[in-house]
C-alpha cells in the first residue's frame, strides 16, 4: 500500500508517465507486427505486458485496476491488429488487381475468338461461292462438251469465228484455274483460322478458370480485410470505453488515497507518541536497573524479548510459504502520474490464508483503515534503539483485536479489502513511526 507521493511538472509528469507506461506502449517492440502474427500469441504477449504492469497497480481500486489493465491489454494489442489489417488489406488489393488482370486477358482472348470465328465464317462463305462457280463450269463443260482447242477450230465456221471460240476457251480455262487457285488458298486459310480458333478458344477455358480462382481469391481477401478491420474497430471501441472508465474513476481513487494517506498520517502520529512513551519507560527500565546492580539487588521485570534484535531475521515471515510479489521502494502510479513509497512488503497468497504475529508485542489498533483495509498493527516495543512496529493490511478478517500476542500467534486471515486488486498481505515495518524496508527486520 503506496502512502507517500511526489507531484511533479506537467512536463516532466508526461515524461514520467511514458516511462510509467513502457510495458504497455512497448507493446509495439514487443509483439512483433508480421504478417503471420497469431491472434493467440498476441494475446499471450498483452498478457505477459499485463501482468507485469499489475504489479504497479497492486494497492489500487480493483475497478479502476481493472479498467486501466484492460485498456492497457488494448493498447498491447492494437499493434498487431493494425498491421493484420494492413496486410489484409494489402492482400485484397493485389488479388483485385490480379483478378482484373485475369478479367482483361480473358475479354482480349475472347475477341479474339470472336474474330477468328467471324473470319472462318467469311472464308467458308468464300469457299462456297467458289465451289458453285467450279460447279458451274463443270456442268457447262458437261452439258456442252469439250472446251480444249482441237474441239473450238473444229467447230468454227470461218476463221473470225475460230478465233472467237478460241479466246473463249482460254478465258474458261484461266477463270476455272483462278477459282482452283481461289478454293486451294480460301482452304489454307480456313484450315489456319481454325488451327487459331482452337488455340484461342482453349485459351478463353483456361482463363475462365483462372478468374473463377482469382474472384474467388479477391472474396477471401475482401472477407478477411473486412474481418481485421472489424476486428480493430472493436478493439478501438473497447479501448474507447476503458479509457472513458478510467477517467471516470480517477476522482474516487484520488478521494481515497487521500483518505488513505490521511489515515497513515493519524497513525504516524500515534507511533511517534508511542515510541515517545516507550523510550521513557525503556529509560526508566534500565534506570531502575543500574540502580538495582548498583545495590545489589535483583533487576526489576521490564521490556524483554524472546529473541535478540541484534540484526535482520528478527521478525518471522507472518505468512507462510508466500512469495513475495512487491518489494519496498518508490513506485510510479502509471493512471494517476506521481510517484508514492510502496511503503511495505507484499506477500502474494490466497485469500483466507492464515496470518501470525512477526515477533511479540502489543496490538493497538485493528480494524478497518480506509485503503489498507482490515488492518492489524502491532508494537514490539524498543528493538535496536527504535521502537519497532509492524502492520498487516487487506485482511479478510481479523482474530487479535487488542491486547499482548507472541511470535507466531494467529492474529487474522489475508484478503483483498481496501485498495487492492487482488489477495495478497501487505506487511510494513516502522521504526519510531517513519516506513523501513522490511528485509532489514525479516
Known amino acids: ?37 497469431d491472434t493467440a500469441d498476441d494475446k499471450k504477449a498483452a498478457d505477459r505486458q499485463v501482468a507485469a504492469l499489475a504489479q504497479a497497480l497492486e494497492d489500487t481500486s480493483a475497478e ?31 488479388a483485385a488487381r490480379r483478378n482484373a488482370e485475369v478479367g482483361a486477358a480473358l475479354a482480349v482472348a475472347e475477341a479474339n475468338v470472336a474474330r477468328a470465328q467471324e473470319k472462318l465464317d467469311r472464308n467458308m462463305t468464300t469457299r462456297d461461292e467458289t465451289q458453285r462457280t467450279l460447279d458451274a463450269f463443270a456442268a457447262d463443260m458437261f452439258q456442252g462438251g469439250s472446251v480444249g482447242q482441237l474441239s473450238v477450230a473444229l467447230g468454227a465456221t470461218s476463221a473470225d469465228d475460230f478465233a472467237t471460240r478460241l479466246v473463249l476457251a482460254d478465258t474458261v480455262t484461266a477463270l476455272t484455274n483462278q477459282a482452283l487457285n481461289d478454293l486451294a488458298t480460301a482452304k489454307a486459310d480456313g484450315d489456319a483460322t481454325r488451327a487459331y480458333l482452337d488455340a484461342v478458344q482453349v485459351e478463353v477455358t483456361a482463363l475462365k478458370r483462372q478468374a473463377e480462382a482469382t474472384l474467388a481469391a479477391a472474396k477471401t481477401a475482401e472477407a478477411d480485410a473486412a474481418a481485421a478491420k472489424a476486428s480493430l474497430d472493436a478493439l478501438v471501441a473497447k479501448q474507447s470505453g476503458f479509457a472513458a472508465e478510467v477517467e471516470s474513476r480517477k476522482a474516487a481513487e484520488q478521494a481515497q488515497l487521500a483518505e488513505a494517506e490521511a ?31 548498583r545495590a545489589g539487588k535483583p533487576s526489576p521485570a521490564g521490556s524483554t524479548t524472546d529473541r535478540p534484535s541484534t540484526g535482520a531475521g528478527y521478525l518471522d515471515v507472518p505468512v507462510r510459504g508466500a512469495r513475495i510479489s512487491s518489494e519496498y521502494g518508490m513506485r510510479y502510479h502509471p493512471i494517476l502520474h506521481y510517484y508514492r513509497l510502496h511503503s511495505g ?12 504475529a512477526a515477533a511479540p508485542g502489543r496490538v493497538i489498533r485493528a480494524g478497518w483503515r480506509g485503503g489498507y483495509g482490515n488492518s492489524i498493527v502491532i508494537d514490539h516495543g524498543i528493538q535496536r534503539d527504535v521502537d519497532l512496529v509492524t502492520t498487516y493490511n487487506h485482511l479478510t478478517s481479523i482474530v487479535a483485536f487488542g491486547g499482548a500476542v507472541g511470535r507466531g500467534q ?12 487482488g489477495c495478497h498481505l501487505h506487511f510494513e515495518t516502522l521504526e519510531d513511526g517513519s516506513f523501513v524496508n522490511p528485509r532489514t527486520w525479516l
Request: proline letters at 3%; a positive charge; glycine letters at 6%.
Open 1 to 37: 500500500m503506496g502512502r507517500m507521493r511526489t507531484k511533479v511538472a506537467p512536463g516532466r509528469a508526461a515524461r514520467l508517465y511514458a516511462a510509467g507506461l513502457a510495458l504497455v506502449c512497448a507493446a509495439s517492440l514487443l509483439v512483433a507486427p508480421t504478417a503471420s502474427a
Open 64 to 94: 479502476l485496476a481493472a479498467a486501466y489493465l484492460a485498456l492497457a491489454e488494448t493498447q498491447a494489442l492494437m499493434p498487431a491488429a493494425r498491421n493484420r489489417l494492413a496486410v489484409a488489406e494489402a492482400a485484397s488489393r493485389a
Open 410 to 421: 494467529l492474529i487474522g486471515y489475508s484478503g483483498t479489502t481496501g485498495l487492492s486488486t
Open 345 to 356: 512488503m507484499d506477500f502474494a497468497v490466497a485469500c483466507g490464508t492464515p496470518v501470525y
Open 263 to 293: 489515515e497513515q498520517q493519524r497513525l504516524q502520529v500515534l507511533l511517534i507518541e508511542q515510541a515517545r512513551i516507550a523510550r521513557e519507560e525503556e529509560a526508566k527500565r534500565k534506570a531502575a536497573a543500574e540502580a538495582a546492580k
